[in-house]
């Protein structure tokens, strides 16, 4: 089903908003580029013997370092796929690892393992609270958490992925009805920690108390038996002509505020959350190369009336945000096997992003806005 809106008149008003940025924002940025590094190493020994005295005389081992600086639009050999960077080692044979993580409150922090997600699904949950669903294929950390129940939404989300591995911590009734029915019809694979016993999932009382102390061990549940690598689900590529410079972007869903910072030093949108920076367990930022902002509609779920379902087939507006400039958007995903595509609102001319890391925003129609630079000077403040 598609988004119901009339985009004209706030089309206008995003063009007039972008071109007033385009002379304020910090802007632009450097292309991403994938360093690849060789260190050699040498060690030479003399020896000589007097009588009963040994002499050894050792040379300093010397270091010579290689770096290679690679451009990912250069780049023609295999990919990550769900990055678009250089795999320069050769894609690496095993499944999208997706993982239900919590984000309810405070008591969901620090996140752990979410950094090294390639792409970072947000939806909205009961109260306007938000979950994530991290995507993991090109790394995997040591430990993702929290991991929290499973819900209607994340089912469609997943389904172009190629049988990913789908890691939660137990469901409703309703929703874990809905789990196994999508299992059986070849989804994804369940890894629910109520019915795996690999002891990949454990509980760590160190984070707090039940439900907020779930984590996996993502190399433990999926093993060393190589599979089959997904497809690619988005495009990546050049900066869209239409793109204009930004600061970022403000998602309010009225039980939370998000927001994304263009930072030009790292050339990433760094993420807030509730007026602050919203730190991991390694004490870094949580940041990405592109932030995708879809418009979409939510209901109720069949499964469960007190959790919004959002709609993830069909079409609707959006922004994309990348390099430091924002375009407006058209997203399509007629059906759950397929891939995203993106249409520049101008032009109708596919849309591409930028090689890395991507959060992905189900929004409602009326939540996000574009920051102002009073706004952004409060968050760098």
Same mark, same amino acid.
């Given at each position: 089903?598609?988004?119901?809106? #009339?985009?004209?008149?706030?089309?206008?008003?995003?063009?007039?908003?972008?071109?007033?940025?385009?002379?304020?924002?910090?802007?632009?940025?450097?292309?991403?580029? &994938?360093?690849?590094?060789?260190?050699?190493?040498?060690?030479?020994? @003399?020896?000589?013997?007097?009588?009963?005295?040994?002499?050894?005389?050792?040379? =300093?081992? &010397? @270091?010579?370092?290689?770096?290679?600086?690679?451009?990912?639009?250069? *780049?023609?050999?295999?990919?990550?796929?769900?990055?678009? +960077?250089?795999?320069?080692?050769? &894609?690496?044979?095993?499944?999208?690892?997706?993982?239900?993580?919590? %984000? #309810?409150?405070? %008591?969901?922090?620090?996140? =752990?393992? +979410?950094?090294?997600?390639?792409?970072?699904? =947000?939806?909205?949950?009961?109260?306007?609270?938000?979950?994530?669903?991290?995507?993991?294929?090109?790394?995997?950390?040591?430990?993702?958490?929290?991991?929290?129940?499973?819900?209607?939404?994340?089912?469609?989300?997943?389904? #172009?992925?190629?049988?990913?591995?789908?890691?939660?911590?137990?469901?409703?009734?309703?929703?874990?009805?809905?789990?196994?029915?999508?299992?059986?019809?070849?989804?994804?694979?369940?890894?629910?920690?109520?019915?795996?016993?690999?002891?990949?999932?454990?509980?760590?009382? !160190?984070?707090? #108390?039940?439900?907020?102390?779930? &984590?996996?061990?993502?190399?433990?549940?999926?093993?060393?038996?190589?599979?089959?690598?997904?497809?690619?689900?988005?495009?990546?590529?050049?900066?869209?002509?239409?793109?204009?410079?930004?600061?970022?972007?403000?998602?309010?869903?009225?039980?939370?505020?998000?927001?994304?910072? *263009?930072?030009?030093?790292?050339?990433?949108?760094?993420?807030?959350?509730?007026?602050?920076?919203?730190?991991?367990?390694?004490?870094?930022?949580?940041?990405?190369?592109?932030?995708?902002?879809?418009?979409?509609?939510?209901?109720?779920?069949?499964?469960?009336?007190?959790?919004?379902?959002?709609?993830?087939?069909?079409?609707?507006?959006?922004?994309?945000?990348?390099?430091?400039?924002?375009?407006?958007?058209? *997203?399509?995903?007629?059906?759950?096997? @397929?891939? *995203?595509?993106?249409?520049?609102?101008?032009?109708?001319?596919?849309?591409?992003?930028?090689?890395?890391?991507?959060?992905?925003?189900?929004?409602?129609?009326?939540?996000? !806005?574009?920051?102002?630079?009073?706004?952004?000077?409060? +968050?760098?403040?």
């Amino acid at each position: 089903m598609s988004t119901a809106r #009339n985009f004209k008149s706030t089309k206008i008003f995003l063009i007039a908003v972008m071109g007033f940025f385009s002379f304020i924002s910090c802007g632009g940025s450097e292309k991403i580029t &994938v360093e690849a590094t060789t260190t050699t190493s040498s060690l030479s020994t @003399l020896s000589s013997t007097t009588s009963s005295v040994v002499a050894t005389t050792t040379t =300093e081992t &010397v @270091l010579a370092t290689t770096t290679t600086i690679i451009d990912p639009e250069e *780049w023609v050999g295999p990919r990550h796929p769900l990055t678009g +960077l250089p795999a320069l080692e050769g &894609v690496i044979p095993r499944p999208a690892l997706t993982v239900k993580i919590g %984000n #309810n409150d405070s %008591n969901s922090l620090p996140h =752990e393992g +979410l950094s090294e997600a390639d792409v970072v699904y =947000e939806t909205l949950i009961e109260a306007g609270k938000t979950r994530f669903l991290g995507i993991y294929q090109s790394s995997l950390p040591e430990r993702i958490a929290p991991v929290r129940s499973a819900r209607s939404t994340d089912i469609s989300l997943i389904g #172009n992925l190629s049988n990913p591995h789908f890691a939660y911590w137990g469901s409703n009734e309703g929703v874990g009805a809905e789990v196994e029915e999508a299992e059986r019809s070849g989804t994804f694979i369940r890894q629910s920690a109520e019915i795996n016993s690999s002891g990949a999932f454990s509980r760590d009382s !160190s984070r707090g #108390n039940p439900p907020y102390d779930g &984590v996996l061990n993502p190399a433990y549940l999926i093993g060393d038996v190589p599979t089959s690598a997904p497809i690619a689900i988005f495009d990546y590529g050049a900066v869209p002509v239409s793109a204009v410079s930004t600061l970022g972007l403000r998602w309010e869903t009225g039980g939370r505020v998000v927001e994304y910072l *263009w930072d030009q030093q790292s050339s990433k949108w760094k993420r807030f959350q509730d007026g602050s920076p919203l730190i991991g367990s390694d004490g870094i930022q949580l940041d990405s190369e592109n932030v995708l902002l879809l418009y979409v509609d939510y209901f109720r779920s069949n499964a469960d009336p007190n959790s919004p379902q959002a709609q993830s087939t069909g079409s609707g507006d959006g922004w994309l945000l990348r390099n430091g400039k924002i375009v407006g958007i058209t *997203w399509d995903r007629q059906f759950e096997a @397929l891939k *995203w595509s993106f249409y520049d609102d101008d032009s109708g001319k596919s849309v591409s992003l930028d090689y890395g890391r991507t959060w992905v925003v189900l929004a409602q129609l009326g939540e996000a !806005s574009l920051l102002s630079p009073m706004e952004a000077a409060v +968050l760098t403040g």
